[in-house]
């Protein structure tokens, strides 16, 4: 799904929600800045959200509670990346 600007598409996150066999996301360069929209997606293992808009690490919390099975996490060109606190 990448270079779509995620946030602005009524309903993204619920259909993305009913692919309960979703192990792996690619939401390069999608105008995220946010997680709390997000629905839970217990099944997926690997998210690449690079070149977005994620400032806070307070959003890997959020993201952490929607996404129980995460294995592998990609930042990169994300402000997040460059906080103190942020193991990369």
């Known amino acids: 799904v990448s270079f779509i600007e ?5 309903g993204a996150w619920q259909a993305l929600a009913e692919l309960k066999q979703l192990r792996r ?9 946010s ?7 217990p099944s997926l293992k690997t998210l ?4 977005n808009a994620i400032e806070e ?8 509670k929607k996404c129980k099975g995460l294995l ?3 930042f990169r060109e994300n402000e997040v990346a460059e906080k103190p606190g942020y193991a990369k």
Not at 35 to 41: K, T, V
């Open 6 to 10: 995620l946030p602005a598409v009524a």
């Open 25 to 33: 996301l690619v939401a390069e360069g999608c105008s995220l800045c």
């Open 35 to 41: 997680f709390d929209d997000w629905e839970e997606l």
């Open 48 to 51: 690449e959200v690079n070149d």
């Open 57 to 64: 690490l307070e959003e890997l919390e959020i993201l952490a």
């Open 72 to 74: 592998e996490l990609d």
